[in-house]
């Protein structure tokens, strides 16, 4: 294999898919990217055997072949080489990797493809195609509520439920839900599976900023996913299992709703937070006649203020973990948000105003 490309590409290219190499692992072939030639362009492969990322630069094909590469080593040279120079890459008959930019020289030492796995194809005849923003969109408004607690495995990820014709996503962790849905013409078949959050993460670092505002394909077969979009293939094992019936934890009885400002109820909540306890603080809110009193101290801060509130009932005090409060507010995405509640130890529902496709709900904190 004979190639030649510009550092940017290269290094750009690397970083894509990196977010699927092993970290630690008993196959030393894992800590290795697959580059190999296809179709005039460079292929660059990776994967831990729960996700694998396939991506495509531009690059000069003087030859075609393949080798797999150190990772870790390689991106170290990338990092030293400076960007708008031209980078050629040649492989040996030895497999070893013969990269020259300017005057520098590296000679590194690959394996063969066949001892890398394969990774599984991407399932064109199932897909269909979402839009990125609002694919992002909806994956946001969510994973942050996903468990990261290993030992509830069914809860490391998004619910994924597509059923005539609109697409749910939920994420839990036990002490808060996030739900979104949205209307997925282009959705022709129900499917309710967890996808975990890993590939979803890697999905708003790829194109959720920008860099790639067009369609995404999504496939979903017995036990994979896979993202698509014009130069990188995300494919990742599902998680495995039923997920809860989250219907039954939104509130359904509502005896009184308040509407805050979202900014200045997000603004509180973050002060309020500086005064919390590292662990375990909660921050109390006091609904009053008119306003909503936000209290909250620690052995060495305390901190109180009040916002304006469309209440006149009898004065009403519940507790939350501020982080989820924040979480929240910072998702809901209106002016306004209407919050839905009982009694203080009942779940407390959040939503956008004047929108039905949004819901937010927190367990109180006992005070």
Known sequence: MKINCRTEELSSGVQTIQSALSQRTTLPILLNFLMETENSKLKLVSTDLQMGVKHYIKAEIEKEGSITIPAKKFSDILHTLPEGQEVLIAIDPEGKVH????????????????????????SREEAFELPSETLC??????????????????????????SQGSLNMVATDGRRLAAVKQKTPTITKDFRVIVPTKILQELLRLVGHGKENSGILVAITENQIGFQSQTTTMISRLVEGSFPNYEQVIPSKRDFQVS????????????????????????????????????????????????????????????????????????????????????????????????????????????
């Open 99 to 122: 990269l020259q930019c300017g005057r520098s020289r590296f000679l590194i030492i690959g394996a063969p493809k066949s001892e890398y796995p394969v990774l599984p194809e991407f």
């Open 260 to 367: 805050f400002n979202t900014k200045d109820l997000l603004l509180i909540t973050r002060q309020a937070a500086l005064a919390c306890p590292e662990r375990g603080g909660s921050v109390k809110f006091t609904l009053k006649k008119g306003s909503l009193h936000i209290a909250a101290a620690s052995q060495t801060l305390q901190f109180e203020d009040d916002i304006p509130a469309d209440y006149k009932g009898d004065d009403f005090t519940i507790a939350f973990n501020p982080e989820y409060v924040v979480d929240g507010l910072k998702a809901v995405g209106t002016e306004k948000v209407v919050l839905s509640l009982t009694n203080p130890i009942n779940p407390v529902l959040f939503e956008p105003e004047g929108r039905e496709d949004y819901k937010y709900v927190i367990m109180p904190m006992r005070v």
């Open 137 to 162: 969109d909806m994956v946001r408004k969510t994973i942050f509520a996903a468990s990261t607690d290993e030992t509830r495995y069914m809860l490391n990820g998004i619910f994924f439920a597509a």
